[in-house]
């Protein structure tokens, strides 16, 4: 996944530094659950909004979700499209932290955090869980690490943010 923030200077989106990254696999059967942690850092002198990005597999599904920014927690609830929206546009507006997940396509997904202060380090866990593949006598397991081009057929990906696109 990437972390990326809206540069007020420039006005275009930056990548915020990846700290570290670590992902165990449990698997049970043709069943994988998936538990990955990532840590970036505003090094920004500003208060951002910042998206991270994440691919996942074809036959994956996200089950939980937890950000933290600084001393904050924010955990993952699931709620109607619209009511999500409105409730981080507000608390965005408040100056409240908050994140709103979102599926960008089939296999991409994003989540906004509102309010990322100036050096805060920002933690994503994601846990997700996915199909094994059994083909020619052998299990399989898919870990997208980038997002590249082929991960988008058609028209090139883009993030929209108020009237912003990465």
């Given at each position: 996944g990437e972390l990326l923030y809206r540069e007020t200077a420039k006005g275009g989106w930056s990548r915020a530094a990846l700290l570290d990254s670590t992902v165990n696999f449990d698997v049970q059967g043709m069943l994988a659950t998936v538990n990955l942690t990532q840590r970036f850092k505003n090094n920004s002198p500003h208060w951002i909004e910042a998206v991270y990005v994440f691919p996942l597999p074809d036959t994956a599904?996200?089950?939980?979700?937890?950000?933290?920014?600084?001393?904050?927690?924010?955990?993952?609830?699931?709620?109607?499209?619209?009511?999500?929206?409105?409730?981080?546009?507000?608390?965005?507006?408040?100056?409240?932290?908050?994140?709103?997940?979102?599926?960008?396509?089939?296999?991409?997904?994003?989540?906004?955090?509102?309010?990322?202060?100036?050096g805060e380090t920002i933690s994503v866990a994601l846990v997700y869980r996915q199909h094994v593949t059994y083909r020619d006598a052998g299990f399989s397991i898919r870990f997208p690490m980038t997002i590249t081009p082929r991960f988008f057929p058609g028209n090139p990906f883009s993030i929209e943010i108020g009237r912003a696109h990465v």
């Open positions: 599904a996200v089950n939980a979700m937890e950000i933290e920014v600084g001393e904050r927690r924010i955990v993952g609830q699931i709620k109607e499209k619209e009511q999500a929206e409105a409730e981080y546009r507000k608390a965005l507006q408040q100056g409240r932290r908050a994140g709103l997940v979102a599926q960008q396509r089939p296999n991409i997904f994003t989540t906004r955090v509102a309010n990322v202060g100036p």
